[in-house]
């Protein structure tokens, strides 16, 4: 029988008795953290460049340290400074290097090399992943855990695969990569991504990554459960009332926009080009005119969530039944966050905080397994 869909709270996260260190770099707004935290992982360092990602990082990790600059300027000996440790006794080094380049969706390989624009700033990106193998050589950690997109394994992109494999494995483990799914790891979405993962030689190991599970959560497990948390919350309001928060630009507040606070507009897309469209998709349907527009099934999990779909008009993943995209609150849930996880600035800004992070609960699969098989094995 399929167990109920239950996200920890942010306090009982962190009330779990760390037992392991790790260290993060490309931390965003710390989903893989909060997953680390779950397994049993004291998060010794982190590293956030883009300024509100960081923002979000320090307030549901204050007692984090956080370095905000870019990675390339960042070495190894720096973290192992900072921390107070030396060389080789980290226990895990994670790390989601952007990946702009590498998706399925856009230009992908005409990208290569170019300045990449990310929230408040800009970054070259496709070269992240070989700045993260030097910091796997100069820090040596024990473990060593990394995630991209699932395109770096198709079309052209594959002979960079090739490349950040070698790489990695020259730092001196045996290196392992797999594609695995968010909604066979109890996330209630279908979210591919491959990860890296590399065990130090002298642990006689190799990388061991968790086993699906039998079942998966499908939208109608979730949904009902967001609204429950908004009542609970105050969000639910009467649509005459003005909401105390100030609406995001373009964003249109209709007869089922009820919900006010932090972040909770309901957002309706009746004046963009993608309404029409939506009227004539089924529930589990995508459409042939834009590509990222899908109107999942209640009873499967969510597609996947995009950083770029909190666009007003931007075709994306909407909500499945209502004339609207998610809220705040059910894009929390979907992707595995915490209701009480905090978040800042417009509702696209918090949805691509949200958008671009692994989920929690599937990072915390990750965590421990790698935790149980390797570390204490």
Known sequence: MKPDYVVPTMSEINAVEPRLNAVSTFSGAGGSCLGMKMAGFRIRWASEFIPMAAEVYRLNHPNTPLDERDIRQVSGEDILHAIGV???????????PPCASFSMSGKRDKRWGDVVKYSDTQQRVDDLFLEFARLVRDIQPKVFIAENVSGLIRGRAKGYFKEIFRALESCGYNVSSALLNAQWLGVPQSRERIFFQGVRKDLNKEPVFP?????????????????????RKGMWRNSEKTPPTVVASGATITETAQMGGVGMLEVNFHEYAIAKEWNKLKQGQKSERYYNLTRPHLDKPSPTITAEGGNLGAAAVVHPVEFRKYTIEELKLIQSFPDDFKLT??????????GRSVPPLMMREIASTIAREVLDG
């Open 345 to 354: 600035g417009t509702f696209q800004q918090q949805w691509e905080r949200l």
């Open 211 to 231: 086993k699906p599970f039998k079942y998966c959560y499908a939208l109608k497990d979730v949904l009902p459960y967001a609204n429950k948390v908004m009542v």
């Open 86 to 96: 030396e060389a080789g006794s980290i226990d895990l080094l994670e790390g989601s």
